[in-house]
């Protein structure tokens, strides 16, 4: 019986696609950074969507959103679905949206049936997955993991000095309930692929097993600033140079620790940033991944290395972020399975390489995730496209998924 149902695609298109219009870029895709005036629109209908499917919403001292559907027996832990609603500067469509509305189209369909399920099922909206505007990402399913401290989320800035907490409260989204204590029984997140595997062998569902590992560092380099035309060549302190050499031992390094090691050069600030003077400070940052935390280990090393010789300018090396890899519980990765199994198209089972808010909740919470192709393996990019047929499957795994996980925690509790 499980295995029959089917979600609403068409309503879960058109919902992906209203949230779209808020920060809509030109080319496409959105630029909706978290606790900006449109994250709090999209939050705003978010809300008002799960009100609307007669959930109760409650919100959390950083802004994490569950809206809750009840069940049977209220007592027993919510099976829990979600994702997050911010987007990268450049963003997509479906990065984060279609995992929260995937949760909410899941609630809209046990409505539309008429079905009572055991445990409550609740859809999550995370704050601050992105990483973009406030650093790290996941911070705030972090903190719900226990992870971070709220201390440590509340006080991080964004580029402009803002605090996440003074953001909080502009938005009108510091809630009441102290972050971590609100109990899940389980976490299911469906999310786009972000990278080309489903896509090249003609997959339509990933069963995600885990997540890579991430470090994430802050590198100064430190020279001195002089006159572009007076100053000879021998014994500059060009921080520009040193930095250059070093980006590009970054992407030397992925490439000896590969197929599976990435690294990434995201942002670079010059100073003071004047053609004719030769740059004194350059700050960047490194993104180093791999799904073995010793190879991480010695990626960090080869960088270190490669510092060293750069001996006429100062580096410091601040590691903002050491996310270990995680493998999802094994019983809920099987429940994910066997409901890709009944969906009846190609499915196979895959690591995740982005980081992503189940990769933080899985370390207190038995949690899996469903993953669909995206075009070209492309993301964190305005031309982000999935097709709507594979979005529906892969909500549809969801459901069954989660039917299933709310039988099984009555059966245990
Ligand atoms: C989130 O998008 C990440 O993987 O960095
Ligand atoms: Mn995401
Ligand atoms: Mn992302």
């Known amino acids: 019986m499980i295995n029959d149902l089917q979600i609403n695609g068409t309503r879960l298109w058109d919902s992906i696609m209203e949230i779209a219009k808020i920060d809509a870029l030109p ?50 832990p919510p099976i829990a679905i ?73 006080n991080q800035k964004d580029a402009d000095g803002a605090l996440l907490k003074d ?40 069963v995600v097993t885990g997540g890579q590992g991430q470090r ?4 100064t380099v430190t020279g001195q600033d002089a006159h572009s035309g007076s100053t000879p060549m021998p014994g500059r302190r060009d921080a520009l140079v040193s930095a250059a050499s070093l980006i590009a031992k970054v992407q030397e390094i992925a490439l000896a620790h590969g197929p599976h090691g990435v690294g990434t050069v995201g942002e670079v600030s010059v100073l003071p940033n004047s053609r004719n003077t030769i740059p004194g400070e350059v700050r960047f940052t490194i993104d180093f991944r791999h799904p073995d935390d010793h190879i991480l280990s010695a990626m960090d090393a080869a ?9 006429n300018v100062q580096i410091d090396i601040d590691m903002v972020w050491h996310n270990p890899p995680v493998q999802f519980d094994a019983t809920c990765v099987s429940i994910v399975e066997q409901a890709a199994a009944s ?25 899996a995730m469903v993953f669909v192709p995206c ?7 305005e031309a982000e496209w999935a097709e709507p047929e594979h979005l529906t499957a892969g909500c549809n795994v969801l459901l069954r998924a989660a039917l299933e996980l709310s039988a099984q925690t009555a059966l245990e509790n």
């Not at 629109?41 to 001292?61: H, I, N, P």
């Not at 994430?216 to 590198?219: E, L, S």
């Not at 960088?303 to 001996?311: C, D, G, I, Q, V």
């Not at 075009?375 to 990019?381: A, F, I, K, Q, T």
């Open 27 to 76: 080319n496409g895709g959105c630029g909706r950074l978290t606790l900006s005036d449109g994250d709090k629109r999209a939050r705003d209908l978010f809300r008002r969507w799960c009100e609307d499917a007669g959930c109760t919403v409650v919100v959390d001292r950083l802004g994490n959103m569950f809206g809750r559907r009840e069940g049977r027996n209220p007592d027993l």
């Open 82 to 154: 979600g994702s997050h609603l911010d987007t990268q500067p450049h963003g997509g469509k479906f990065d984060g949206v279609y995992g929260v509305l995937a949760g909410l189209e899941v609630i809209r369909t046990l409505n539309d049936l008429g079905l009572e399920t055991d445990a409550p099922i609740e859809v999550v909206n995370w704050t601050n997955e992105e990483g973009a505007r406030f650093s790290p990402a996941m911070l705030c399913s972090g903190v719900y993991a226990g992870l971070f401290s709220l201390e440590f989320a509340l």
């Open 167 to 206: 953001e909080l409260d502009r938005i009108d989204y510091a809630g009441p309930i102290p972050c971590g204590e609100h109990k899940l029984g389980a976490f299911l997140e469906a999310h786009i692929e972000q990278g080309p595997i489903l896509e090249a062998n003609d997959e339509v569902i990933g």
């Open 216 to 219: 994430w560092y802050d590198i």
């Open 303 to 311: 960088f270190r290395s490669a510092a060293e010789f750069e001996t």
């Open 343 to 367: 969906v009846g198209l190609p499915y196979r089972q895959m690591v995740s390489g982005a980081g992503h808010d189940a990769c933080q909740v899985a370390r207190k919470i038995p949690t």
């Open 375 to 381: 075009r070209d393996g492309l993301s964190h990019n």
